[in-house]
């Protein structure tokens, strides 16, 4: 029996008080036979209750969900006071054509030099730099390739043992070149994205391929008949859709661990995870295969990949985007944003999916969609006008120095630079933050499954499926409130943070790319205690339904990268995009090329990632 507590309500809760209480997560981490013994354990009728009984107890979620009075009324969806409008940006249309709101984001970016591009002898010391999409656009324009010459060097290069596409159609692909190719021999080219290789998570609608959400079998009760609505954006401003990304099973990890099909391994070193769930998406844009990819985030899916595999992951606003076309539409706690190279190919491809669902603007009134105008000569004074909030402890608390040092050199830097103070915040609750956050994104994905399992198909997920649904279903209906109300507190604290602040900042993960056990492939792993660390710093913008941003900052003593997260006011992209493009540019020379990467525009190839 636990003792009855009850909460002050959030706003009479003394600040000065507040103690940092550091992540510790009490759960075993198994692998191959004792992995599956575990999951055998978990799913039986009694046994099972009573060890997800026992973990819960033990990390605190009984004492909150089950022993606690918590004051607030529960939120079941993010909702927002009105933010006051961001300066310096140019505002897009979001009933127009995407590939009229990419010509408009084109029109925001900082001028493009061809010649500090690609000339090979500009005195600049060498320095690896990806790609951009305006590169591409740029060689398309002046004959020096093609898209149905860059197809062929993208399908000309090697195989990687794990596949980084699970459905890839190479005719398909061909067909989406040749008529770019076209359209640009007869100078009508639909817009900068036209012939730029994208990518799709498995968890988005791409038509022809099926969506499995990184499963074996999701495909047999679900059909494709439509691209979802920001892959259809992206096609109708000529983007090259070459196929469906791997990912850890229906997002339900954050390593990017997949039996199904083979685990990616980390660009910067292929014995490392590349970070999840959207592993596939992160790994092909960090190989430099594809310029950008989409990935869904419900709990840092997009950020913790991009952050690890060194390349930029955007999460928008819940609600910017439309998750029509998705496995996620009824959720409250995901979205789909780009994984890209740089933030100038984020801004565009943003551009490109942003505007939200009919549905959305009646019940989020989300503001217009803007960009920040990086082609002004008050860009940089914008800068210097943001006050960033730091949480120290929060902020130190990472397996290693090298993120915190590395994150806090860039703080310093951009005060140095352009005058951005960084100010110190207290954040209550965050172990109450993880609680909501387990109990939300697991309810909806319980019930995003729970027939199909009832029907016999639960046996064909993965073993960490298997032993998250497992623990989702010892969730009652009030754990669901009582997560909804923590919400509603926690948005509380952090909309009187922004009244002082304008980007919260922290490192993206509070680990780099851990190590790939052999025991794993075959079978998986659970290790909450990587899963935590991991998260740990992702979980506010999901249950906040924030905007965030990861932006590649170097890397750690091993040579893995580490990023750095902004997090922003509700509908702000712009001030994060702004200040996200003022950070790469500080951390451009620390930027390495991965082991495994292959320069389509050069044709020097050492690796591939396609399977059939």
């Known amino acids: 029996m636990g003792k009855k507590q009850i909460m002050l309500p959030a706003i009479e809760v003394d600040l000065t008080a507040v103690k940092y209480m550091p992540e510790k997560i009490e759960a075993p981490h198994l692998t191959g036979f004792w992995f599956k013994l575990f999951v055998k354990v978990m799913e039986a009728p009694v046994i099972g209750s009573l060890i997800a009984s026992h973990l819960k107890e033990k990390n605190g979620i009984t004492e909150i969900l ?58 600049e010391p060498f320095q690896f730099r990806y790609w951009k999409i305006r590169d591409y656009g740029y060689a398309y ?81 679900r059909q494709v008949k439509a691209d979802g609505v920001s892959v259809s954006r992206l096609r109708n401003s000529g983007a090259i859709l070459v196929g469906k990304t791997n990912m850890h099973e229906f997002g339900m990890g954050t390593t990017g661990n997949n039996p199904n099909y083979g685990t990616p391994g980390n660009p910067h070193n292929p014995k490392r995870y590349t970070g999840g769930s959207s592993s596939g998406s992160a790994a092909i844009v960090a ?85 920040p105008d990086l082609s002004s000569s008050e860009s940089s004074s914008i800068l210097g006008s943001l006050t960033l909030g730091k949480y120290t402890k929060w902020f130190n608390d990472v397996s290693s120095t090298d993120i915190s040092d590395k994150c806090e050199d860039v703080l310093n830097q951009l005060f140095r630079l352009y005058g951005c103070k960084t100010t110190e915040i207290v954040i209550p609750e965050l172990r109450e933050l993880r609680t909501a956050h387990t109990v939300t994104f697991g309810s909806e994905s319980l019930c995003l499954l729970n027939p199909d399992c009832e029907a016999g198909k639960g046996v064909r997920l993965t073993n960490d499926t298997r032993t998250n649904l497992a623990l989702f279903r010892s969730f009652a209906a009030s754990d669901y409130i009582s997560a909804q109300c923590l919400r509603r507190r926690i948005m509380y604290y952090h909309m009187e943070i922004f009244k002082k602040v304008d980007v919260i900042v922290t490192p993206t993960t509070g680990m780099t790319a851990p190590e790939i056990p052999e025991s794993a492939l075959a079978v998986g792993e ?62 451009a020379e620390y930027r390495k090329k991965p082991v495994e990467f292959y320069d389509i525009l050069k044709g020097k190839s050492n690796f591939n990632s396609f399977h059939d």
Request: charged fraction near 20%; include cysteine.
């Open 141 to 221: 324009r002046s004959k020096l390739t093609t898209p149905s010459m860059a197809t062929m060097e993208v399908f000309n290069s090697k195989q990687q043992s794990a596949p980084l596409l699970i459905s890839f159609d190479p005719e398909e692909v061909r067909r989406q070149a040749a008529a770019s190719t076209q359209r640009f021999e007869e100078g009508n080219p639909l817009s900068i994205l036209d012939g730029i290789f994208i990518a799709v998570k498995d968890d988005i609608d791409c038509y022809p391929h099926p969506s499995k959400g990184g499963s074996k079998w999701f495909h047999e009760v």
């Open 66 to 123: 089950k022993n606690t009075v918590i004051p607030e009324v529960p939120m079941f969806i993010p909702q927002f006071p009105l933010q006051e409008p961001e300066p310096g940006v140019v505002c897009l249309e979001e009933d127009g054509k995407p590939e009229e709101r990419v010509a408009l984001a084109l029109k925001c970016l900082p001028h493009y030099d061809p010649t500090c591009r690609w000339s090979s002898d500009s005195g």
């Open 287 to 371: 190989s430099g295969l594809c310029s950008a990819a989409l990935g869904t985030d419900g709990g840092g899916s997009v950020r913790i990949p991009a952050s690890l595999c060194g390349v930029v992951g955007l999460k928008t606003t819940f609600g910017r985007t439309d998750l029509t076309g998705s496995l996620w539409e009824a959720g409250t706690v995901t979205i789909i944003g780009p994984i890209t190279a740089t933030v100038e190919d984020a801004i565009l491809v943003y551009a490109a999916i942003s505007g939200s669902s009919p549905a959305d603007r009646i019940r989020l009134n989300p503001s217009i969609p803007c960009l």
């Open 526 to 587: 659970t290790n909450l205690q990587v899963v935590a660390s991991l998260m740990q710093f992702a979980m506010t913008a999901n249950v906040l339904g924030l905007p965030a941003i990861s932006v590649p900052i170097g890397h750690d003593k091993q040579g893995l990268p580490i990023g750095l997260q902004l997090i922003g006011r509700p509908w702000c992209e712009a001030s994060i995009l702004r200040l996200a493009a003022a950070i790469e540019e500080i951390s």
